[in-house]
């Protein structure tokens, strides 16, 4: 069982920056595929970022391209997402996942099903 626990959520003027966190519980946390997804009022939730076991590769929904950067520390089982010059249109409540089924892979999950553990997400507020 893998417990996750996002962070970091708020309100912020448009061009301004937040910095996302997600706690991972449990064991073998560096094996895991890890990712983002955001959800905004009235609208189905969409990928968003997507970082291999290893930290090797990333792979980014075109919206947020060179704004927001996804990494994170194995040693301290937290997956992040850092966001820079900020939109209204990326108000919504942000995700955090794990995929248990790329272990050792550099292949990218980046739909909702080949996710296997969900956080319960922090809102994302932009103010224009």
């Known amino acids: 069982q893998v417990q996750l626990v996002e962070s970091g959520g708020g309100l912020v003027q448009a061009g301004g920056s937040l910095r996302l966190s997600c706690a991972a519980s449990g064991r073998s946390f560096s094996s895991y595929a890890m990712g983002w997804f955001r959800q905004a009022p009235g609208k189905e939730r969409e990928f968003v970022a997507t970082?291999?076991?290893?930290?090797?590769?990333?792979y980014y929904t075109d919206s947020v391209k060179g704004r927001f950067t996804i990494s994170r520390d194995n040693a301290k089982n937290t997956v992040y997402l850092q966001m820079n010059s900020l939109k209204p249109e990326d108000t919504a409540v942000y995700y955090c996942a794990a995929s248990l089924g790329y272990s050792g892979s550099y292949v990218l999950p980046k739909r909702e099903k080949e996710y296997d553990y969900w956080g319960q997400g922090t809102q994302v507020t932009v103010s224009s």
């Open positions: 970082i291999s076991w290893s930290g090797a590769n990333t």
